[in-house]
Each structure stands twice: as structure tokens, then as C-alpha cells.
């Protein structure tokens, strides 16, 4: 008698060459389950049902297959374990050498639009995982593959140990087991949870990802990088058009720019320019090229072998500004076809498409020395009709529209953070200083006169009045901050002495 495989995947991929090596080459007899016994029997393999082998039928369509004794009693019997054997012999169970078996798609069902609760709940596989934990619990008896690109590596072991497998090959093989199981098992928690949404963070939080990519370093060339994937979306279905391989800062950095981008509607054209995550250069025009171009001047010793983020897709006109600097990423939701052409001339350009680029995280994650903090993403959109206007000059509408969008633009500024802008667009960017008074004079020397009748936003309050009468004298006509400083009234009664504008908005946008 051979040994025995079972074989239950839902991931199909390679199964067939898989099981035909494993029968021809090393004579083990197949059980298996459901579809997967349905392909292998097309393929002309031979494999026994396992409810042919359990004498128990598939029942409540499909729900229960593979949880019987005679599986689950082969997979977790101790072969060191005498009374083991004998109850294996006395309930006629053949030990079983080796479990491959993958999961329903669960995360891919959800990440569907329209999905309902009823497709999600018929994703929830049980006896998979079932499997997966009793397979990879006893790795010291048997083998559990749950991702195909181990079968060759599987088979190879067979081949260099006379047709044993390694311990450390098995225990390797087990970990991936648990670690497939406790991502799905996420999964579902979290999808669970994202239908009875809370203020209140969970008491108990698990993140896991798959890994996408291996990245050749970190921040630091020192420093070992891989890029993992939590769901189906976000940056790992972004199409990549061009360019060198993605690195960590690229990726880093393209995040930044990804989420200041989504603060403009796809109507109003708009372009940011991004170093080291911090905003060079923002812009909203008439056109996608006339943004990029005020974008890109706001700063252009910065902007260099910067990350270029677009809210509308890459047209021809804009292209062709696009390759005369040396950038290292754009990102766009689109690219016309002609366009693609032009920038390909740029071969080392990395220009992604994100179709998608409001689709972020609804929470953030900070890892500190034995743990990590969780919070809410910082995804509060600006609200006008909630702010104070607290002084006797009162904004114009124009004004209004110009604070909204320096506003917008703080909030994605490394604290402490300042922002000039005019005609909705940056002048002056003063980013991730000790002091505001620091950040204030950065970002107006950076405007230098163009800082008159320019409008300043602050991502905090201002603890004393000095900032307030820096900004006034380099120009600065309005104002926009939180307030909640215990000192709010000094630099309410300064900007009315200066005949500048203050308005609060009651809401703190810091980004450290």
C-alpha cells in the first residue's frame, strides 16, 4: 500500500502536473474532495473521493466534506505513538503523508463591488483551514503544502532523501500553514468588523500580510525591505507602465502623494509634487498642465528626482513637460495612449496607474518598541460651514476658496508645518520644524514677495502671537488655523491690529 495524499485546494494552479508527479514518480494513491477531485479525475489521474473514502457523502452542498475521523484521525496520528497506531488500525484510517490544501478566496470575494453578506459568508471556508491548523500541528509525521509554488520544492525533497521529506522542511512548511490561517482568519474579523463600524479601536488587533514583492533595501541600502499586501486593493493593483522595480522610499513617498492628491475632485485638475513625503510643490488650475507646471515651479530645485501625483490622467501637453525633469515616479488614474509613448522615451521613469486613488486605509499603523499604536486615518475632509471667522475683517469668497486649499494642503505637511499659498497655489512650504516660528519663516522666505496678499495655513494653533506678526509683515493677508490655544485671543487681537484675516477650523491636522 502507498502513501496516501490529500488533496483539497481551491486554488487550482498546477495541481494537475502536481498530482501526476506525485503518482507516477513516487506512488502515493490520491484522496480528494469536491472540484479538486472533479480536475484530477478529468486529467485522467487516478483519486479516490473522500467521501468514497470516508463512506460519508458531501452534505449541505458542499459545507462538509473532509471533517470525518478517517481524514483528521490519518492527518493528527503520532507514528512514535503506539496507541496512535492501534487506533488507526482498529478504526481502519490509513495515515495520511501529505495534505495540500489553499483556502476560498474570501478577501477577493469582498474586495468585489456590491458584494453582499450572504457571498462573503459562503467564502468562509471550514474545513480548509481545519485542515491547514491539524496538518501543520503534526508537522513531525506529514507534510502540509498550502501554496503552489512549494510542490517543485516538495518534490525535490522527495528526490535528494529517498523519498523522505526534512524536518525543516516539514516545520517550514507548517509555519506557512499557521500563517495562512491567521491571515484568513483577519480577514474575516476585519470584514466582520467594518460592518458595525466603531469609534472605539478593537481590544485585539492582528495585521498580516502576504508578501508582494521583496525590495532590494530599506530607507538605507542596510537596511532588509519586502512590500506586503493586506486585501486587493491599494497599491499592489496599481499598474506599472515603466521604470525600474518600485523601491521603499518610492513607495513611501508615492503613498504621501496618493493621499494629498485625493484632497481635489477629479473636476478640478490638480498636481502635487512630493519629496521625502513633504508637499514641494501643489496646484489647482484650469488644465492638467497648467497645475503641473504652477506645481512643479513652486519649487523646481526640489521638485527634482521627485514623485509627480496627478488626479486626472496623463495627457499628451502634460506628457511632454512631464520628461523634461528627472522625476522618479508619477502616478496618475490614467494615461492616454500617445502619452505612454512620450514618457516610454524616459525608460528609468516609473509612471504607475492607480484608477483608484481615494482608495486608502481606514486606519494607520505605527510600530513601537514592543508594539504598535493603531488610530483612525486622518481622513476628515475640510468643512467650511463649521469654521470660525474670528476676526472684524471678514474673507472674501475668493479668500475663502484660497484658505480651503492651503488648508488641504497643511494637512499633509510634516508637523510643525506652514503653508503659503496664492491664486491656489503654493509659494512657500515650512515642513517638520521644532518650532513654528521656524516653519513660518522657511515658508515665507521661500514666497519672498510673492508672500503679498498671499493667504498662510497652519496645521496647529499658534501658542503666541509672533507667528501671526511674522506673516503680517512678510505680506500675509489671511490666516487659517485650529485655535484651542490657551492664547488664542493674543493672535486674534494681533491679526485684527494688522488687518489680517483669522479664521479656525477646530480640527488639528498633525502629521508626524
Known amino acids: ?60 452542498g458542499g459545507r462538509v466534506k473532509t471533517l470525518h475521523p478517517r481524514i483528521h484521525g490519518g492527518i493528527l496520528a503520532r507514528r512514535d505513538v503506539a496507541q496512535d497506531g492501534v487506533d488507526l488500525e482498529n478504526n481502519e484510517i490509513r495515515a495520511i503523508d501529505l495534505v495540500v490544501v489553499n483556502l476560498y478566496p474570501f478577501e477577493d470575494t469582498i474586495s468585489q463591488p456590491n458584494v ?60 506557512e500553514g499557521f500563517t495562512m490561517t491567521m491571515a484568513y482568519d483577519r480577514a474575516i474579523s476585519n470584514y466582520f468588523a467594518s460592518l458595525q463600524p466603531s469609534e472605539e479601536q478593537p481590544a485585539q488587533f492582528t495585521l498580516s500580510g502576504k508578501q508582494h514583492q521583496s525590495l532590494r533595501y530599506g530607507e538605507n541600502p542596510h537596511q532588509s525591505a519586502a512590500w ?24 513611501v513617498d508615492l503613498e504621501a502623494a496618493r493621499r494629498i492628491i485625493t484632497e481635489f475632485p477629479a473636476n478640478e485638475p490638480a498636481a502635487a509634487v512630493l519629496k521625502h513625503t513633504n508637499p514641494c510643490g501643489v496646484a489647482v488650475s484650469s488644465s492638467l ?21 496627478l488626479n486626472q490622467p496623463i495627457d499628451v501637453a502634460t506628457a511632454k513637460v512631464l520628461k523634461k525633469t528627472f522625476l522618479e515616479c508619477i502616478v496618475a488614474p490614467g494615461c492616454e495612449l500617445e502619452a505612454r509613448e512620450i514618457l516610454a522615451s524616459k525608460s528609468n521613469l516609473r509612471v504607475l496607474l492607480l484608477p483608484d486613488l481615494q482608495q486608502g486605509e481606514p486606519q494607520t499603523v505605527k510600530v513601537i518598541a514592543g508594539g504598535f499604536l493603531l488610530q483612525a486615518a486622518d481622513d476628515r475632509a475640510a468643512d467650511p460651514d463649521t469654521w470660525q471667522i474670528v476676526t472684524q475683517k471678514q474673507p472674501t469668497p475668493a479668500q475663502m476658496a484660497e484658505l480651503s486649499f492651503a488648508w488641504k494642503v497643511a494637512k499633509h505637511v510634516k508637523s510643525n508645518a506652514i503653508v503659503v499659498t496664492r491664486d491656489r497655489v503654493t509659494l512657500g512650504v515650512g515642513a517638520g520644524q521644532m518650532n513654528r516660528v ?59 491690529e494688522l488687518g489680517v484675516v483669522m479664521v479656525l477650523t477646530g480640527v488639528r491636522h498633525f502629521l508626524h
Open 1 to 60: 500500500m502507498g502513501r496516501l495524499a490529500l488533496l483539497s485546494v481551491s486554488d487550482k494552479t498546477r495541481i494537475v502536473d502536481f498530482a501526476r508527479q506525485l503518482v507516477e514518480e513516487f506512488g502515493f494513491e490520491l484522496i480528494s474532495s469536491g472540484g479538486t477531485a472533479k480536475t484530477l479525475q478529468d486529467a485522467g489521474i487516478p483519486v479516490t473521493k473522500v467521501s468514497d473514502y470516508t463512506g460519508s457523502p458531501e452534505i449541505l
Open 228 to 251: 506586503y499586501r493586506t486585501g486587493t486593493q491599494g497599491w499592489t493593483s496599481a499598474t506599472q507602465l515603466q521604470g525600474k522595480a518600485l523601491s521603499y522610499n518610492n513607495l
Open 438 to 496: 521656524g516653519a513660518a519663516k522657511i515658508a515665507l522666505e521661500q514666497a519672498g514677495e510673492q508672500a503679498k496678499g498671499a493667504t498662510l495655513a497652519s496645521d496647529g494653533f499658534f501658542p503666541f502671537d509672533d507667528s501671526v506678526r511674522t506673516a503680517a509683515a512678510a505680506g500675509i493677508t489671511a490666516i487659517i488655523q485650529p485655535g484651542g490655544s490657551i492664547r488664542d485671543k493674543d493672535s486674534i487681537q494681533a491679526a485684527d
Open 289 to 309: 498642465l497648467d497645475a503641473y507646471e504652477k506645481a512643479f515651479a513652486a519649487d523646481s530645485i526640489s521638485a527634482f528626482g521627485g514623485i509627480v501625483a
Open 116 to 175: 453582499t453578506l450572504a457571498d462573503a459568508i459562503e467564502q468562509i471556508d471550514i474545513g480548509g483551514p481545519t485542515l491547514l491548523r491539524a496538518s501543520a500541528k503534526n508537522f513531525a509525521h506529514l507534510t502540509v503544502l498550502c501554496k503552489p509554488e512549494r510542490y517543485d520544492a516538495y518534490l525535490q525533497e522527495l528526490r535528494d532523501n529517498q523519498g523522505d521529506v526534512s524536518l525543516e522542511f516539514r516545520q517550514a512548511r507548517a509555519a
